[in-house]
């Protein structure tokens, strides 16, 4: 038996891509609705307060205001946005520097497909450290390590997010000057 031609792989790729893609920002509005009032810009400045009196002070907001328990909810919730996240980043990375056919894209996509999951084992113990400062764990250190935390994992992700709208452009200028069809 033959191994999948490059056509088939590169068709799998993408509809993985766009599944992926699309199951992602689905679950983004839902959770988005789901975790209302508190928004997802609430807990991200909330995993960068850097210190005990500021995260204090959020938990304190949050709970005259109405949002504690939704912060709560949203940290068990977003472990399924980690591994959501994670796959169609890891995807776009392979699929998008797949189309541009260039064989140092392809090997880059390769690259920080792989890259993307350091970002996540990071965001895995950020939330797990999260949860535990949220339950009454505050210490500085708890939340200067989700701050260092957060700051590595924005960091790749923004690398990889990059990385994609880079290949996007050089697949688009590919396709626009009409030296591949």
């Given at each position: 038996?033959?191994?999948?031609?490059?056509?088939?792989?590169?068709?799998?790729?993408?509809?993985?891509?766009?599944?992926?893609?699309?199951?992602?920002?689905v679950?983004?509005?839902?959770v988005?609705?789901?975790?209302?009032?508190?928004?997802?810009d609430?807990?991200?400045?909330?995993?960068?307060?850097?210190?005990?009196?500021?995260?204090?002070?959020?938990?304190?907001?949050?709970?005259?205001?109405?949002?504690?328990?939704?912060?709560?909810?949203?940290?068990?919730?977003?472990?399924?946005?980690?591994?959501?996240y994670?796959?169609?980043?890891?995807?776009?990375?392979?699929?998008?520097?797949?189309?541009?056919?260039?064989?140092?894209?392809?090997?880059?996509?390769?690259?920080?497909?792989?890259?993307?999951?350091?970002?996540?084992?990071?965001?895995?113990?950020?939330?797990?450290?999260?949860?535990?400062?949220?339950?009454?764990?505050?210490?500085?250190?708890?939340?200067?390590?989700?701050?260092?935390?957060?700051?590595?994992?924005?960091?790749?992700?923004?690398?990889?997010?990059?990385?994609?709208?880079?290949?996007?452009?050089?697949?688009?200028?590919?396709?626009?000057?009409?030296?591949?069809?």
């Amino acid at each position: 038996m033959e191994p999948p031609s490059w056509s088939v792989r590169f068709n799998r790729l993408r509809q993985l891509f766009w599944l992926s893609f699309l199951l992602t920002v689905v679950y983004l509005i839902w959770v988005r609705n789901f975790i209302s009032p508190l928004s997802p810009d609430d807990i991200v400045q909330f995993e960068i307060s850097k210190t005990v009196s500021k995260a204090q002070a959020m938990i304190e907001s949050w709970k005259i205001s109405g949002k504690y328990q939704q912060a709560v909810r949203s940290t068990t919730l977003s472990y399924v946005f980690i591994l959501l996240y994670t796959v169609a980043i890891a995807l776009g990375c392979r699929f998008v520097s797949a189309c541009t056919r260039n064989e140092i894209m392809i090997k880059g996509g390769m690259g920080f497909s792989v890259l993307i999951f350091a970002a996540t084992i990071c965001d895995v113990i950020e939330n797990i450290t999260l949860s535990q400062t949220l339950n009454g764990h505050m210490s500085s250190w708890n939340v200067l390590f989700v701050y260092d935390l957060a700051r590595v994992k924005f960091s790749i992700v923004i690398v990889c997010l990059l990385f994609i709208l880079a290949c996007f452009l050089y697949w688009g200028v590919d396709r626009l000057t009409g030296e591949r069809k």
